[in-house]
């Protein structure tokens, strides 16, 4: 997020937006990963 920041107050919108979409998948991918193993674990018991 202090990237993110950086780039906003340095380069504008358009100089953070992709850090900000990369940091967004990497949130996502997260939560789909926790998510299936969570499952995963339910399904084993």
């Known amino acids: 997020p202090i990237h ?3 780039m ?4 504008g919108l358009k100089g953070s937006q992709p850090i ?19 499952k995963h674990l339910e399904a084993s018991r």
Not at 8 to 11: M, Y
Not at 23 to 36: M, P
């Open 4 to 6: 993110i920041y950086y």
């Open 8 to 11: 906003f107050t340095v380069h």
């Open 20 to 38: 900000a979409v990369l940091l967004i998948l990497v949130c996502f991918i997260t939560f789909i990963a926790l998510r299936a193993l969570s």
